[in-house]
């Protein structure tokens, strides 16, 4: 008795560590948000800290909600309800388990509703209901994003059936919210189960999850005595959910605020704008470093980043050769957000000393100068063996989708997972800012090494990652922003998984959802356009394609094997495919052609990436002017005209592209 007397975890100063058990300076842990110093994990905060945490400061304004039936159904089990809730809120200070507040997050407005797991384990009752219900109503009548902060067990029981209809309650307000192009946002905290995770914690347009904090329907109990089964390490943790596709993104605590306003801001025009002259951009060039604010959450724990699994943590991946021998910093990291005001961009301008410069001088070079950048005559296209395009299109030192990512865009917050069951390395998507205007960015992935190669799933993407795109593909429409496609894939993934998850659906309906699309779209064919992989991302109001790009059918050495039984045929099978930028232009499946640095893009990247930059910059501010009407009906006539004949010739096509 003595002894536990003594012992330091009966002091107030110090506790123990709810994740490693360790003995924890209190203060230390509470200044950092109560997440551990040792192990790193997250502890619970009250409704009111998390305001605090994540809004400016000074910035909340209480919502008051009506009041509801306070025991429908007169429960009683060991004690009645009333006072139990009358225990709950003298313990909390709260008058049930949500607060419900608009504010400010980098100056956007937004709407705040937080779930606290004080009271009644954060459970779903009718006044959890109608707070959440008033923040999604609230925020459709501001049209200002709603972000969700869940902790919560599940329906109240108490409240019966009542609770159980709160699910639908709410989902019909968020479902307003879709219709009406508010963004939605959750965050998902330890733990979240049931009711809310089937509800308003997961059917946001974007979903975050703090490290460690677990969401599922059933509960790990519930699961292990009614089936049996034995859980996976890990099971139902936010790491686990990335895993399997079920979430966007892990954010530390201490980054979560800041990743929380980028995303508000890149969603909001003039926020987005406002944020983009803060930051200090070079706006003639805008060339930012790839791999920089690399959160502190994906190097704690192993196993507990947002990271790809055999990511390697916190790494600026180095491939491309701008000039022999000095390397550019191009390589991109999964879940970063790219700044363009990093140092990693300052130290490239003083390494080439010359970005500022790009891209129209690019074009000062001699064997350049008669001709534009953007070529739209196919007799302006040098000629060129097209078997040697396709070996120059697969040449590793290409910019990656990454790459342009981190070079062409301002900012680039990578989004994850199709929503069913798996996240595709393969296919990169997610929001971004394009001279200083938010877009969707979708685009495959394949890598300059071996490792980044394998690690991408050599840029073949899954049924998965289709359906992944797909989603984004959505989000863009409901938020009215334009998408642009970066395509480098020798083709989708051939394997049995795929096949067995629905390879052939997953791109019908991407072809079918891109059709429909009332956004603008523009793809760009960066190296390889392998078939219908590569199609279900080239759906596009204007499809450029980069000069020593390829598009085809099938592989030149899937054709020479089929038709000529012989895969070393596969030059000639190239040169009869015609899969050539220049046959592209002629046949006019694309729109444009983009003229490389001499000796091909991986020659000078960052040249290429801000060709790529003025390019499709240029090409949105023309679509942007069309009406969606407009626009959906000139991609129909688009893709309508190909095989017919014309008055024309074979050759005509009806779009006009623009340069
Ligand atoms: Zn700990």
Not at 291 to 320: C, H, K, L, Y
Request: glycine fraction near 8%; include cysteine.
């Amino acid at each position: 008795m003595t002894i536990l007397e003594t012992r330091p975890a009966t002091s107030n100063a110090w506790m123990r560590c709810p994740g490693c058990g360790d003995m924890i300076y209190r203060k230390r842990y509470d200044r950092a948000d109560r997440v551990c110093p040792e192990c790193d994990s997250h502890g619970p905060l009250t409704a009111d800290e998390r305001i605090a945490l994540l809004l400016d400061a000074d910035s909340a304004e209480q919502i008051v909600t009506a009041p509801t039936i306070p025991d429908p159904l007169r429960f009683t089990d060991t004690r009645d309800y009333p006072a139990r809730l009358a225990d709950a809120r003298r313990r909390t200070g709260m008058s049930d388990a949500a607060r419900c507040v608009r504010g400010r997050m980098g100056g956007v407005p937004v709407v705040l509703v937080v779930l606290d797991f004080r009271f009644f384990g954060g459970s779903l009752g009718a006044a959890v209901g109608e707070a959440v219900t008033t923040a999604a109503e609230t925020a459709l009548a501001d049209r200002a994003p709603l972000v969700i902060v869940s902790a919560s067990g599940g329906a109240r029981m108490q409240e019966g059936i009542l609770a159980l209809m709160q699910m639908a309650k709410t989902s019909h307000a968020l479902q307003r919210l879709d219709e009406a192009g508010v963004l939605t946002v959750s965050v998902v905290t330890d733990p979240t189960y049931g009711g809310v995770a089937a509800s308003f914690a997961t059917s946001t347009d974007i979903i975050i999850a703090e490290p460690g904090a677990r969401l599922g329907f059933a509960g790990p109990r519930v699961i292990a005595q009614t089936i049996g089964e034995t859980l996976p390490e890990g099971f139902q943790t936010a790491e686990f959910l990335l895993a399997h596709g079920c979430i966007d993104l892990i954010c530390h605590r201490n980054t979560l605020r800041d990743r929380l306003t980028r995303l508000v801001a890149t969603t909001v025009r003039e926020a987005a704008e406002d944020i983009a002259a803060q930051s200090n951009m070079s706006t003639t060039m805008g060339f930012c470093e790839s791999s920089v604010n690399v959160s502190p959450d994906t190097s704690a724990q192993p196993g507990s980043s947002a990271e790809m699994p055999g990511e390697p943590r916190a790494t600026i991946a180095v491939g491309m050769q701008a000039e022999p021998g000095s390397e550019v910093a191009a390589g991109f990291h999964d879940d970063v957000v790219v700044q363009p005001d990093s140092s990693g961009a300052r130290d490239m301008v003083e390494q080439f000393g010359r970005l500022g410069e790009m891209p129209e001088d690019e074009s000062a070079d001699a064997s350049r100068q008669p001709d534009p950048l953007v070529v739209t005559d196919p007799d302006s296209v040098a000629e060129r063996d097209p078997w040697e395009c396709v070996r120059a299109a697969r040449e590793l030192g290409r910019p990656t989708t990454l790459d342009y990512l981190a070079g062409a865009f301002d900012e680039f917050i990578e989004l994850h997972g199709d929503r069913l069951a798996a996240d595709c390395p393969a296919l990169i998507a997610g929001l971004a800012r394009l001279d200083g205007k938010p877009v969707v960015a979708i685009g495959t992935q394949k890598g300059h090494t071996a490792a980044e190669l394998t690690r991408h799933n050599y840029g073949m993407p899954t049924p998965a990652g289709y359906r992944k795109a797909a989603r984004l593909a959505r989000l863009a429409a409901k938020l009215e922003l334009p998408v642009v496609t970066l395509i480098d894939t020798a083709g989708a993934y051939p394997g049995v998984a795929a096949e067995e998850n629905g390879q052939a659906v997953a791109i019908a309906e991407s072809l079918k959802l891109f059709a429909g699309l009332d956004v603008p779209v523009v793809a760009v064919i960066t190296g390889e356009g392998g078939s219908g992989g590569a199609l279900a991302l080239g759906v596009a109001d204007r499809v450029l394609v980069c000069e020593n790009a390829v598009y085809s059918v099938i592989s030149p050495e899937g054709c020479a094997s089929i038709l000529w039984k012989d895969a070393a045929a596969a030059p000639r099978a190239a040169r009869a495919l015609r899969v050539d930028s220049g046959s592209l232009l002629r046949l006019g499946v694309a729109d444009a052609v983009l003229l490389e640095p001499p000796g091909g893009a991986h020659r000078d990247p960052v040249a290429m990436i801000g060709r790529v930059r003025t390019a499709v910059t240029r090409m949105l501010s023309t679509l942007r002017a069309l009406s969606p009407d407009e626009l959906s009906e000139a991609r129909y006539q688009r893709f309508r005209a190909f095989g017919r004949v014309s008055a024309d010739g074979p050759d005509a096509t009806t779009t006009t592209p623009d340069a």
